[in-house]
């Protein structure tokens, strides 16, 4: 059975940065299976950081598109982002009820939001966000 030819790390850094960090697309390039792109960054470091910076560029992309959507009056946006962002810190927090079933009874397990802003406000916007829909 033949050695596999050995790949350089240039030659991994090249193929992320030519397909933007997708590992899938970057093995296909390079002949190998998806888990060497892996193998390589856990190898070596500076193939980790490149695609580090590549999937940090895009986040920047995405947090500043959907601050324009919610500048430009997108509820979903903004919604999305105090979900997101908001956080426990400024109060944000989702509700979650969850049911059990499966004795005689079922079991409900509910965690309750706090907010600083009206829960009628939140539930209109969230309303709205939905399209109007309950």
């Not at 947090?63 to 908001?86: H, I, P, S």
């Not at 706090?114 to 406000?121: R, T």
Request: aromatic fraction near 10%; proline fraction near 3%; charged fraction near 35%.
């Amino acid at each position: 059975m033949a050695r596999p030819k050995y790949i350089g790390k240039q030659r991994y850094i090249e193929a992320l940065e030519k397909y933007e960090g997708a590992i899938g697309q970057a093995a296909e390039y390079l002949g190998v299976h998806p888990s060497a792109v892996y193998q390589a960054m856990d190898r070596w470091p500076e193939v980790k950081r490149v695609r580090e910076r590549i999937i940090e560029k895009y986040l920047d992309i995405a947090e500043k598109n959907v601050k324009r959507w919610m500048q430009d009056g997108d509820k979903g946006a903004t919604y999305f982002y105090l979900k997101c962002f908001g956080a426990k810190s400024r109060g944000w927090q989702e509700k979650h009820l969850h049911q059990l079933e499966g004795g005689d009874k079922p079991i409900q397990i509910q965690a309750d939001i706090k907010q600083q802003m009206d829960l009628d406000a939140l539930k209109k916007a969230i309303q709205e966000a939905k399209g109007g829909k309950s």
